[in-house]
Structures are given as C-alpha cells and as structure tokens.
C-alpha cells in the first residue's frame, strides 16, 4: 500500500470515530440534532369531476358518488393535519443525552436514549446519537439498525445517511455506501462529513480520482479553516491529474473549470 493510500485511510479511520461538539472546528461523525416534529400524513386530493349536463347512467353515478366520497375522506384528513409538539418529557431526555454524549458519557448516554427511540420511534435524531453510542462500544450491528430506524423515519436524513455510508464503506459495501453519501448531500448540499467521506471512497476505494478531488473541495469549502492533510490531497490529485494520471473530467477540475 502506498504510502498516499495508508495516509487517507488512517485519517478516514480517525475521522470516522470522531465525536465533536456542534461549532468545533473538527468534522463531526453526527450532529446533535433536536428531535423532529411530526406530521399526520395528507392524503393526496383528486381534482373535482365537472357535472354531467344531463342525468347520468346508473353505473357512473355510483362512480361519482365513490369519487365524492373520496374527495370528502381526504378533505377531512387535510383538516385533521397537524404537527404533533415534542412532548416535554422526550425533549427533557434529548437534551440530557446530548449532554451526556458530548461529555463522552456513553452509559449516561444510553440510558437517555435507548426508552426515548421506544417511546419514539419517528424521531430520527435520538436514532442517529443511539447509533453513535453503540459504534463506541463496538456494537456496529446495533448502530446499523439504529441508522435504518432513522432512516425509516426520515429517509433523507442527512446525517442517519452518512453514518450510514461509513458503516456500509468499512464492510466492503463501496456501491451502497456511495449511495448513501449521495443521498445526503441531496438532502444537504453542504453536509461536508458527506462530502469528505465520499471523497475518501472515490479516491482510495473506487479510484475515480477527479469525482474524489471535486468532494474534497467542496470539503475544504465548508470550513471555516482549510484542513492541511485534505488540502496535500488536493494537491496531489490535481498535480496527477495535470500529468495526465486522471481522467479528462479530472484535468478540467485541476484547471478551475469546476466547483
């Protein structure tokens, strides 16, 4: 292994297990989320039939009343639509847990956690920090369930989908994992956890170098303070890339043409 390959994947292993306060400086493996507040699914209304000029067979007045039906059945539900408040209690054991999981107290952590996602289970946020916990005792099929609950909450959950992503990468599963990177950054452009991990699994694993180039940038661009090991990488794959090394896409981006 070279000695460019060994250098990312000990920064990817040490940034995968990285844990920081919101507003560090350092990526963070997830962030503390507020639980999400839930809504009462809406069923879609169809658009009024026009009447008939003139009475109407038998067969499709029943058709129009069914229709009538339907559209007075999702009215209704429309009305009852409303976004059920953050109980007191869950946003009290929330708030306990972040402070336990920033204070690195994983049991304190799990206590708080582990009755919140029963009670809970459409809340994304407590599954993605429950996963973290078992991550940090080494339960990575726990943490995976975890993230799939989250997930089935809220399938576009930026930061259940990177976690994710970093999971499915060290088991092997680079198509998925890649997947997963990407759903996230559609839910968030400017996840840079996401970019940076899929930028290390281009580059190391699936060698599309000039794709892997184009998330690190976007990487360094979301901080506040330019990472100098991300930016050597920067370097090197734009200097390969103008010899030649990488694709044509590669080069383009190495010029300035790109994001």
Known sequence: ????????????????????????????????EKPREMAVPVATRAEPTPAATAP?????????????????????????????PVPEAAAAAY?????????????EAELELEPLVQEHPNYPGPHVNLALVYLHDARR??????LELALEADPGHATANTQLGILLRED?????????????????????????????LLDIYMRRSAEALEHYEAYQASRAQPDETVG?????????????????????VAQGEGE
């Open 141 to 146: 099929d726990d943490a995976r369930k975890e």
């Open 56 to 84: 109407a067979p038998e067969g499709r007045r029943d058709r129009r009343s069914e229709r009538r039906a339907a559209e007075e059945a999702s009215a209704a539900a429309a009305a009852a639509a409303v976004v059920e």
């Open 232 to 252: 050597r990488w920067i370097i090197d794959l734009r200097r390969r890339a103008g010899n030649g090394n990488g694709n044509g896409s590669g080069a383009r």
């Open 172 to 200: 092997g599963e680079f198509a998925a994992a890649e997947q997963a990177y990407r759903r996230a950054l559609e839910t968030d452009p400017d996840h840079s956890l996401a970019h940076y991990n899929l930028g290390v």
């Open 95 to 107: 708030a306990r847990a972040v402070a336990a999981l920033r204070a690195e107290n994983w049991l």
């Open 1 to 32: 292994m070279s000695k460019r390959f060994a250098e990312r994947l000990v920064a990817a292993g040490a940034l995968a297990l990285t844990l920081a306060a919101c507003g560090a400086s350092t990526p963070k493996q997830a962030e503390v």
